[in-house]
């Protein structure tokens, strides 16, 4: 399975400058491709798909990414205003039409349903004010670690990296990140063999909470810990001042400067405390159930700012490659399922309760519930008839009807 471990490199001003010209080189080649494929993207659409044509004429045929490759790496760089291009790795450059393509996959499988999650939008032109740049390196580029600890990339030089942990194994590709703050980041992906761990009965179904980070079916309620409560109080009070500096100031980009700033120290926090709880529950239960797509639905009410603020897919992403290491399971549970309207004691549906209500009584068995862990408990109750199901264990797990 393949892992990703990110570091802070620290280039010298030289390193700097080289790797702007390679952040530059990549945009130049997106946007070339770009603006080759999306007109033909777009007069095609206009003719419907093949199966439910809405207008005459000829498809035009898409580029193909071994055909952009020649014209707008190899080809480019023969013409005086790309010759530059030459400076950059051609791995590089390779890697921007992989991503390319990549792009445009998402986009579509998207809008046809293949992929769930959020809707991803069309590949757009990438501009130098783009706050964060990205370039990548293959095996097959040739970057290596030296003896000296240090990240040598092709024609960027060797960059000294502040290693915060051991790399399990040789890294397979390093993408090289320039965030808002001005800083730089390696994050090498690796590709390691799981551990599997003693397995264990324990399972735990997880509510999103709006109160607590998150509730757990034992009746655990996780608070984020308060030094990431701290640097998300400063954070928005930092925002709160960019905003209030006039439009185009000198004020207004140190401003933002300094947004960027604690906006990555916030999210540095947030990651760590993310990984130690995901850590933790993945190896205590062998079963992981979650209700998380709700985050959606509540996204478009103006509960969105603290769902959004907690992080939540994040951490349900590293419960998910946390769990495929240790070979555990994460079941994820319909954001249909009325998890907080289920009596998890005797499976009766109680009906709607607004937000405001936190604590109510099952009108057919009487056991008063605490909304939260009700419905963390209740999560955990489908997430194991979804589990019985998937394993075909005719199971004696109590069926959630109504
Ligand atoms: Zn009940």
Sequence with gaps: MQLRYSFRIHPTIGQRVSLARAFGCARTVWNDALRLVQPVKAANKLLGNPRKRIAEGPYQRIPKSADLSKLLITEAKKAEERAWLADTSPVVLQQAL???DKAWAAHEDSKSGKRTGPQIEEPRFKSRKNNRQ????????????TGQDRLRLPKIGDVKVTWSRRLPSDPTSVTIIKDPAGRYWASFVVETEPQILRET???????????HFAILSDGRKIDSPKFLRRAEKKLKKAQRQHDRKAKGSNNRAKARVKVAKIHAHTANARRGFHHKLSTEIIGDNQAVYLETLTVRGLARTRMAKSVHDAGWSSFVSMLEYKAIKHG?????VDRFFPSSQICAD????????PLHVRTWTCTNCGTAHDRDVNAA??????GRRIRAAQQHIPGDVPALTG
């Design 346 to 353: 005797c499976g009766h549906r109680d009906g709607p309760k």
């Design 377 to 382: 408990r209740a999560v955990k109750f489908e």
């Design 98 to 100: 992989r991503d390319f």
């Design 328 to 332: 555990r399971t994460v079941i994820r």
């Design 134 to 145: 990205a370039i990548r390196f293959t095996a097959n580029a040739r970057f290596s670690i």
């Design 201 to 211: 009965l324990v399972d735990v179904g997880i509510d999103l909470g709006l109160t």
